[in-house]
């Protein structure tokens, strides 16, 4: 990432959580029948699952990004946005950091060690910040990325790449409290903070709005809760907001949008996965 280098002396990789085998066909139609691993690849509007995947260290900055990181006392709000949908023939990455982020060229060598191709790169500025946009590419087929996993290997590598280059950023990240130089200022509550919200979205998709708490793997575990209930998911997108997560995917079931006893079995499943958990008092 060419940003402020700061040797901090933190962990430069994000550990690999290990994820069971997950059921699922070629696609996300939810049925738990066929093979137990299969490749998650999309068709124009579909997502499938892949096996687990390694997220590489950062690698050295390439340049340094005038100022000092902490010359501001407000640290901004980091943001990570993965969407799916505003181009056929890409998955657009977008990151903002306030005005800190640099070029991001180290976050671009680091997704090329994913086996990905940056295939366009851009920066805005506007009052909320500097906004460094990614279109990017499978290098091995030339298209969009689709596959959770590595959608999720994605995010938490630019979050990785941010938290080395710029430590006051884990302060406002809920990955910080884990792998971060400083603690977030603030705990969320899991429960108060999660939302979730379906709405129709024309007569063959549905609209599916989460809101949570953040941590590592989540867009993996959304994607299997939705298709173990049999319900498809063909594209979205996925926002991390400091220490919030926000995803929007387009659902369907059997072709057609959700119909409303669908849609609150999806919401229920959601909610019961993303609550806080508890213990019985009786299992001591």
Do not use: W
């Amino acid at each position: 990432m060419a940003v402020a280098m700061v040797s901090c002396g933190m962990r430069t990789s994000l550990k690999v959580i290990e994820k069971q085998a997950i059921l699922s066909p070629g696609f996300f139609s939810g049925s738990l029948a066929l093979n137990p691993v299969q490749r998650l690849c999309i068709t124009p509007k579909r997502l499938a699952f892949a096996g687990s995947t390694l997220i590489p260290k950062a690698s050295s900055a390439t340049a340094v990004e005038e100022g000092s990181p902490h010359e501001t006392a407000a640290v901004p709000t980091p943001k990570v946005i993965i969407d799916l949908d505003s181009d056929p023939d890409a998955t657009v990455v977008e990151v903002t950091f306030g005005d800190r982020l640099g070029a991001l060229l180290d976050t671009m060598n680091a997704l090329k060690n994913l086996g990905l191709n940056v295939v366009k790169a851009n920066v805005c500025l506007d009052s909320s910040g500097k906004h460094n946009k990614f279109a990017i590419t499978k290098a091995s087929t030339g298209r969009k990325v689709d596959d959770p996993e590595l959608l999720e290997a994605i995010r938490l590598t630019i979050i990785n790449n941010m938290m080395e280059y710029h430590p006051e950023s884990s302060s406002m990240l809920a990955m910080g409290e884990a792998f971060g130089v400083f603690q977030p200022f603030q705990k969320i509550d899991v429960d108060i903070a999660t939302h979730i919200h379906v709405y129709d979205d024309g007569p063959e998709r549905s609209l599916l709005c989460v809101e949570t708490a953040d941590r590592p793997g989540l867009i993996v575990d959304l994607v299997k809760i939705i298709t173990d209930i049999n319900i498809d998911v063909e594209s979205g997108e996925f926002d991390t907001e400091g220490l919030l997560a926000k995803a929007k995917f387009h659902v369907s079931y059997n072709g057609k949008a959700l119909i409303k006893p669908l849609q609150q079995v999806l919401a229920n499943s959601l909610r019961y996965f993303l609550r806080r958990p508890t213990t019985e008092d009786a299992s001591f």
